[in-house]
Nanobody, 115 residues
Framework: EVQLVESGGGTVQPGGSLRLSCAAS????????MAWARQVLGKAPEWVSS????????YYKDSVQGRFTISRDNAKSTLYLQLNSLQTDDTAVYYC????????RGQGTQVTVSS
């Protein structure tokens, strides 16, 4: 059974930073590309970033390019998302997914950016 557990969210002021983690189990982590998505209550989810199996090729949504950094540790079966220069528009529940499979997401972690 695929299990993804996100953590690291919180409340920060604009300009602040957070590091999200996603612990994966139930599948061979190194065999799959991984992604982060976010969702604001009442709105459709949006893809934020993705990374290939080796951790070399990455994708970022335009609005987070240069501020967020995705990485992975295949030995630990863990996905990360470093969030810097956070803006109020980044407020959302953040989910990690196996590849771009929205149904594989975990429970999510809340990121709130507020002054």
């Amino acid at each position: 059974e695929v299990q993804l557990v996100e953590s690291g969210g919180g409340t920060v002021q604009p300009g602040g930073s957070l590091r999200l983690s996603c612990a994966a189990s139930g599948f061979t982590f190194s065999d799959f590309a991984m992604a982060w998505a976010r969702q604001v209550l009442g709105k459709a989810p949006e893809w934020v970033s993705s990374i290939n199996t080796e951790g070399v090729a990455t994708y970022y949504k335009d609005s987070v390019q240069g501020r967020f950094t995705i990485s992975r540790d295949n030995a630990k079966s863990t996905l990360y998302l470093q969030l810097n220069s956070l803006q109020t528009d980044d407020t959302a529940v953040y989910y990690c997914t196996r590849s771009l499979d929205w149904s594989s997401r975990g429970q999510g972690t809340q990121v709130t950016v507020s002054s």
